[in-house]
């Protein structure tokens, strides 16, 4: 367990990697005491330090939703993160590869809340019946730290959480069957992932409902208007300057970007 000045200097630290765009050592070198409630707690003051200097917060990311993640972050269940505004693109977007330090894409579903939702208890109806709608989203991973990390490394640096991308179409929760979204993801014409929603905890409004269950203990939970990505289900394709991304998710339309 680490103290609350180990914490701050922590938060304080990732702040500055993103800021410099300057790697820094993983926090579980540099504080090998390090728990995952340090880790979350460090997030949090992070967030803080951020939304001091403007950024709001949109909502939130869950990651690590597939058992081969899981696996290979010896982790049991997902993480979670925040997410801001100035983090935010959408379809079309000719996206800054140099504000990233080493971005990787990945396809999911955002859930656009219409209602509070909080507690303990929260089940998957739950979730359906509190989302206003669903949209096709990517998510920007990105790592302030060296690799390779643990998951305390991860969870601290807000779930390798870089930026997110919205487009496609907008879908009511009980319109479609959000167990089989289909998706490509394509960089420079090439096919690099194929994956179906289902990947995400056999649902992708279960990983939203054990993020509720997971913040029902800290007294907070989701509002009216977040945006919740539910998880990835294709492995991340790295991105670089150059490349020309399409993500195709069927009957819900698709989302092309740019890195300059």
Known sequence: MLSEIERQAAAEAL??????????PQLTKTWPAITLEDAYDIQRRWAGLKTAKGAKVIGRKIGLTSRAMQMAS??????????????TFLDGARIPAGRFLKPRLETELAFVMG???????????????????VTPALE???????????????IADN?????????????????LDLR??????????????????????????????????????????????DIVLGGSFTR????????VIFADYGALG??????A
């Not at 049991?76 to 925040?82: A, H, I, M, Q, R």
């Not at 991340?236 to 490349?243: E, F, K, L, N, Y």
Request: aromatic fraction near 6%.
């Open 15 to 24: 702040m500055r990697a993103e800021e410099t765009r300057q790697v820094m």
């Open 159 to 175: 779930a390798a959480f870089g930026a997110i991308v919205l487009g496609g179409r907008i879908l009511r929760p009980f319109d």
């Open 115 to 133: 209602e509070d939702l909080k507690g303990a208890g929260c089940q998957m109806h739950d979730v359906l019946r509190a989302t206003e709608y």
């Open 236 to 243: 991340p394709v790295d991105v670089g300057s150059g490349d």
């Open 140 to 154: 920007i991973i990105d790592y302030r730290t060296e690799v390779p990390r643990l998951i305390a490394d991860t």
């Open 74 to 87: 010896k982790m049991t269940e997902p993480d979670y993160g925040v997410m801001f505004d100035d983090a």
């Open 180 to 225: 089989w979204i289909p998706a490509t993801l394509s960089k420079n014409g090439v096919i690099e992932e194929s994956g179906v929603s289902a990947a995400i905890m056999g649902h992708p409004a279960a990983g939203v409902a054990w993020l509720v269950n997971k913040l029902a203990a800290q007294g907070d939970g989701l509002k009216k208007g």
């Open 254 to 259: 698709a989302i092309g970007v740019s890195f």
